[in-house]
């Protein structure tokens, strides 16, 4: 398979280092709208090139991956690259996917090509273990803890505020909650209950940092409903200690069997990322190679990690699947 990346910042760096690993895949070029000289990548002997050049490359890209942002490069590329491209995004803005699938399923079939969306590990890998766990446990409650981990967001919403020079934002499961639900208690759980938000800040020089910190913890739509702690130090320590984009979480489902539902049963799926655009990128790479195969089998339109069969992602014969894995 012959792949096209399309921006290269983090996740797209993430996606190069992805396609390595894979046998069955090589990186035809980057696109990017920077200058193209200003950006290196590791693959040697691999151009970069010019955003508006792909489309003059239609016949030499099996399938491009699309690694912009969800709030405003990703509505409009996706749909845009869907109609001359077989493509793969990870549009994450939970609330945003209905209309997003629906502005690219129309480009794709358009085009003749498949659009694969949303993928990553939320949603994606996430969506399609709480789809599993409601088909087998028909009763019960989901339960879904994000962290301890990095959120960009609201990383950058604290960094918005006046005297604060850098800061970072980790997301924490509170330890309580997470063993009440894998105790099958299927807890009624407020958001103050499922997480607490720990924010490490450099203050400059002179800055007020009791503001600061009222200003974090009563601001609204990020920390004002959660129990909050700010601990300030210096640049130094936070380019030490705080460097990473570390993610992950669990999708819990807490069910009940049996004729008068008397038996418990639980089911957990858990990730701990040390950089979560680099696990997005491997999933991205995963649902490329599935797209290439559906589309070679005729499908066209837009997907998402629900029409998607697992030996479709997967580099290994379905013979051999059968023989190893099942």
Known sequence: MKIGIVGYGNLGKGVEAAIKA????????????????????RTQG???????????????????????????????????LAEHFHVVDSFDTHANIPQHFDNV????????????????????????????????????SDYTFWGTGVSQGHSDAIRRIEGVADARQYTVPVPAAV??????????????????????V???????????????????NYFADYDTTVTFISQAEMDEKHSGIPH????????????????????EYKLTLESNPEF???VLIACARAGYRMASRGD?????????????????????????ML
């Open 105 to 140: 399923d129309a480009m794709a079939k358009k085009g003749g090509n498949i659009a694969i969306i949303s993928v990553g590990w939320d949603p994606g890998m996430f969506s399609v273990n709480r789809v599993y766990a409601n088909a087998i446990l028909p009763v019960g």
């Open 22 to 41: 894979c046998s069955d895949m090589e990186l035809v070029g980057v696109f990017t709208r920077r200058d193209p000289a200003s950006v290196q990548i």
């Open 179 to 200: 063993e009440r639900v894998l105790a099958g208690e299927n807890p009624e759980l407020t958001t103050r209950e499922k997480h607490t938000r720990e924010c490490y």
């Open 46 to 80: 691999v151009p970069v090139f010019s955003y508006d050049s792909m489309f003059n490359m239609k016949d030499e890209i099996d399938v491009m991956v699309l690694c912009g942002g969800s709030a405003t490069d990703l509505p409009e590329m996706t749909p845009e």
């Open 280 to 282: 997005t990128a491997n």
């Open 248 to 267: 992950g979480g669990n999708v819990i489902r807490s069910g009940l069997t049996g004729w008068d539902n008397e038996t418990k049963q639980t089911i």
């Open 300 to 324: 066209v339109g837009c997907k998402t990690i629900f029409d998607i069969a697992p030996g479709d992602m997967s580099q290994t014969s379905a013979a051999e699947l059968r023989a190893t």
């Open 202 to 220: 450099v203050a400059k020089e002179g800055a007020d940092l009791a503001k600061i910190e009222d200003t974090i913890k009563t601001m609204p």
